[in-house]
DNA sequence: AATGGGACCTGCGCGC
DNA sequence: TGCGCGCAGGTCCCAT
């Protein structure tokens, strides 16, 4: 699904739009991605509630009521927030005191909406490690000190560093010049010191660009976002590194497709 | 504790 | 044209 990057554009775009508007109503479509409560009672307790902040803890969205309630979004892998929708794929559509609707599309059906008294209380967000745009370069090095696993796994693992995926973690340790597979523990602190540079440049340019359209991900206003263009080696196994022309390999990491350059990444 | 596999779902592209 | 297989941005759960 969406990473961090198309997580947070998401939270951008619903800002400009959202804020201050009432749901009037909330249809059902497939009651499936409603995790929490039942349907009709996650109808009742949205149906009124008026719109006041937006906010984005790793990949998860959560959408703050002025009732005091709380809406959280997982997209997980196919899920799209689409304003103005037209309810075409829709999973739930949130009506809107504009007249417009909120469309919660999810072609795989592995998206998650909860409606909660209080966010902290999810226990996906309690598992979290910290958000790598708000890590320093010490606690990074530290962080890593004990992990003897390989580093690729690592920085997808949500309890260790939250927000990063499978492309963003591809793209990072191309641009880090770090193999996959290299033991966390034995990276040098120059190593460590570029890894999380690079994780934050990366995350960054991605933001800047509004994510990464592959397959499913969309921006609220269903334009695709642009930074598919910068990718160096994910989805492009088989194909001359950009760097140095050495074809890029894909192995499987953990179940995970894994794509890199064996000359660039030592 | 860490890793590996399968599960949850639907749909696409590929080779035969 | 049709079928079967592998694959997909995430996370959970169980076994070892």
Not at 29 to 38: G, S, Y
Not at 50 to 70: D, M, P, Q
Not at 199 to 217: Q, V
């Amino acid at each position: 699904m969406p990473e961090l990057p198309e997580v947070e554009t998401i939270k951008r775009d619903l800002e400009k739009v959202l804020l201050g508007k009432r749901i009037t109503d909330v249809c059902v479509h497939n009651p499936k991605v409603i995790r929490q409560p039942a349907a009709d009672k996650f109808k009742k307790g949205l149906t009124g509630a008026v719109i006041k902040s937006i906010l984005r803890k790793a990949k998860v969205l959560i959408i703050e009521f002025s009732n005091g309630k709380f809406l959280a979004v997982h997209l997980k892998m196919t899920g799209q927030l689409v304003y103005p929708g037209d309810g075409t794929r829709s999973r739930v559509s949130f009506h809107l005191s504009d007249g417009k609707n909120l469309d919660f599309n999810d072609q795989r059906l592995f998206g998650e909406l909860h409606l909660l008294d209080d966010w902290r209380h999810l226990k996906f967000i309690q598992s979290l490690g910290p958000e790598p745009l708000e890590v320093n370069s010490g606690q990074f090095k530290e962080m890593l000190s004990s992990k003897k696993t390989k580093i690729k796994p690592l920085l997808m693992d949500q309890t260790f560093i939250s927000g990063i995926g499978n492309i963003y973690a591809a793209e990072i340790l191309f641009r880090a010049r770090i193999h996959p597979e290299r033991p966390a523990n034995r990276l040098s602190d120059e190593e460590k010191e570029l890894l999380l540079k690079e994780i934050k440049d990366t995350l960054k340019e991605a933001i800047h660009c509004g994510g990464s359209s592959i397959d499913d991900y969309i921006r609220l206003s269903g334009e695709p976002g642009s930074y598919v263009k910068h990718h160096k080696v994910y989805g492009r196994g088989g194909k001359p590194c950009l760097t140095c022309k050495t074809t890029i390999k894909r192995m499987a990491l953990g179940g995970r497709g894994t794509f890199f350059c064996p000359q660039c990444q030592q």
